[in-house]
């Protein structure tokens, strides 16, 4: 059974950091795409940064580019979104997805889904 389980998430202030995991198991990480994700309250889901866990390719909007940054430990099966310079409009729910295509994690259509984790930035 493909599970993931984020983690990390809690108060920060802004311009402070926070580093979320996903931990990963029932499938081969090494075969895998991940993202991260997130929606805040009243909004669309939106794409954070997502990697190809094979050859490392990523993806991310300009929203978090220079902000962001992911990592992956295929030893432990997890990955993590490492957040600095974190402002009040990043508060939301993360969560992260799993899917053997990097595309489809890209879309936002990922085959597995976390549960998420909150994250809450104050002014």
């Known amino acids: 059974e493909v599970q993931l389980q984020a983690s990390g998430g809690g108060l920060v202030q802004a311009g402070g950091s926070l580093r979320l995991s996903c931990a990963a198991s029932?499938?081969?990480?090494?075969?895998?795409?991940i993202g991260w994700f997130r929606q805040a309250p009243g909004k669309e889901r939106e794409g954070v940064i997502c990697?190809?866990?094979?050859?490392?390719?990523?993806y991310w909007p300009n929203s978090v580019k220079g902000r962001f940054a992911i990592s992956l430990d295929n030893a432990k099966n997890t990955v993590y979104l490492q957040m600095n310079s974190l402002k009040p409009e990043d508060t939301a729910v993360y969560y992260c997805?799993?899917?053997?295509?990097?595309?489809?994690?890209?879309?936002?259509?990922?085959?597995?889904w976390g549960q998420g984790t909150l994250v809450t930035v104050s002014s």
């Open positions: 997805a799993a899917d053997r295509s990097f595309g489809t994690v890209v879309a936002g259509m990922a085959a597995y």
């Open positions: 029932g499938f081969t990480f090494e075969d895998y795409a």
């Open positions: 990697i190809s866990s094979s050859d490392g390719r990523t």
